[in-house]
């Protein structure tokens, strides 16, 4: 009888962390969680070229390696080491550019505009990433407005 009730209470913790973790993805993977920190961002985003795209269509790095940076983050700004209204956001260079790749050097595009991938292809040797010569898609003057907006910090 005592196996038994330790079963349950395993099965039953077992549950309640997949269902907590379930939910805790679904929150956090949205646009509405991402700009609940970074508003700026989103505003400046949303005057862009690619206002259609969601945040985590080119700030991921992987789903473990977001989770990880993810609650370091939050304990970061839980215990007031930063203000995620002034913080970057995540960059990953490699999977900015394979994320901006999948798009826009797809074999669609290729075969839709050969001379764009021919070009870029040679672009690509000489730049470190698209961002390089392309703006990543915010608005730089609304996203600048971020470091005027005065916080206290409560000290």
Wanted: charged content about 20%.
């Amino acid at each position: 009888m005592k196996k038994i009730l330790i079963l349950i209470v395993i099965i039953a913790v077992l549950g309640l962390v997949a269902l907590a973790g379930t939910a805790g993805h679904q929150v956090t993977t949205t646009d509405a969680f991402c700009s609940s920190c970074h508003a700026y961002e989103k505003a400046s985003w949303d005057h862009g070229v690619h206002h259609a795209v969601g945040c985590l269509d080119c700030h991921t790095g992987g789903f473990v390696r977001d989770k990880v940076q993810g609650a370091r983050k939050m304990y970061l700004v839980f215990t007031g080491q930063i203000d995620p209204h002034h913080d970057r956001l995540a960059s990953y260079p490699d999977k900015t550019m394979s994320n901006c790749m999948s798009c826009h050097m797809n074999d669609e595009i290729a075969q839709q505009r050969p001379v764009f991938m021919e070009r870029h292809s040679l672009y690509l040797v000489a730049a470190e990433n698209c961002i390089a010569c392309h703006e990543g898609g915010h608005v730089q003057q609304i996203r600048d407005k971020r470091y005027l907006a005065v916080r206290e910090t409560g000290d």
